[in-house]
Nanobody, 122 residues
Framework: QVQLVESGGGLVQAGGSLRLSCAAS????????MAWFRQAPAKDREFVAR????????AYADSVKGRFAISRDNAKNTVYLQMNSLKPEDTAVYYC???????????????WGRGTQVTVSS
């Protein structure tokens, strides 16, 4: 069983930045593919970014490409999402997800955190 705890959300003005963190309890964190998803009110949960176990492969949704960056520190069992040039449409609850198997941009990840709220004011 893997527990994921997100932090770093908050209220920020448009154009600002936030850095989300996701701490994982997995002993073999370095073996897990990690991803960030988000869900805005009355909308489906959507893929934001993912990173392979080795950090060699990173992928982003078109809507955040060039503004967000995913990274991981396997020594700290933590994955990060640096969010720059934030827009009001980035407002959502952001979730961290993990899986030993490659899940790509699907929602099929085995483990999920409870989410952290990000609100971007105009």
């Amino acid at each position: 069983q893997v527990q994921l705890v997100e932090s770093g959300g908050g209220l920020v003005q448009a154009g600002g930045s936030l850095r989300l963190s996701c701490a994982a309890s997995a002993r073999t964190f370095s073996n897990y593919h990690m991803a960030w998803f988000r869900q805005a009110p009355a909308k489906d949960r959507e893929f934001v970014a993912r990173i392979s176990w080795s950090a060699g492969i990173r992928a982003y949704a078109d809507s955040v490409k060039g503004r967000f960056a995913i990274s991981r520190d396997n020594a700290k069992n933590t994955v990060y999402l640096q969010m720059n040039s934030l827009k009001p449409e980035d407002t959502a609850v952001y979730y961290c997800a993990a899986d030993l198997n490659f899940r790509g941009e699907s929602l099929a990840y085995a483990y999920w955190g409870r989410g952290t709220q990000v609100t971007v004011s105009s």
